[in-house]
């Protein structure tokens, strides 16, 4: 069974930055999936970034260029790093993991089994 628990919210002023981290425990079957989500109060949960096992990544427009997502195999662990953050950056951010799916798109990886319990991140003007 696949657990993931996320670390590394907090409150930043606009132009900081933070790196959010996915520790996953369980075993990963390729190929696979794995990326982060947000949700702002009021508003429909987003697609943010995603990585395959083989490295390959997807970005939402909105944080192209300001993040990156990163994965340590050996530590089992999805990072993200946050640069230049807006106030509009300001939500629960989540990661999930699709196992077993030779696709790694946020739809796919919106539909997985396997998700966090939220970190949140908070950006002031």
């Known amino acids: 069974q696949v657990q993931l628990v996320e670390s590394g919210g907090g409150s930043v002023q606009a132009g900081g930055s933070l790196r959010l981290s996915c520790a996953a425990s369980?075993?990963?079957?390729?190929?696979?999936?794995v990326g982060w989500f947000r949700q702002a109060p009021g508003k429909e949960r987003e697609g943010v970034a995603a990585?395959?096992?083989?490295?390959?990544?997807i970005y939402a427009d909105s944080v192209k260029g300001r993040f990156t997502i990163s994965q340590d195999n050996a530590k089992n662990t999805l990072y993200l790093q946050m640069n230049s953050l807006k106030p509009e950056d300001t939500a629960m951010y989540y990661c999930?993991?699709?196992?077993?799916?030779?696709?790694?798109?946020?739809?796919?990886?919106?539909?997985?089994?396997?998700w966090g319990q939220g970190t949140q991140v908070t950006v002031s003007s």
């Open positions: 999930a993991a699709v196992l077993r799916t030779p696709v790694c798109t946020f739809r796919i990886l919106g539909l997985g089994n396997y």
């Open positions: 369980g075993y990963f079957y390729s190929p696979y999936c």
């Open positions: 990585i395959n096992g083989g490295g390959g990544t």
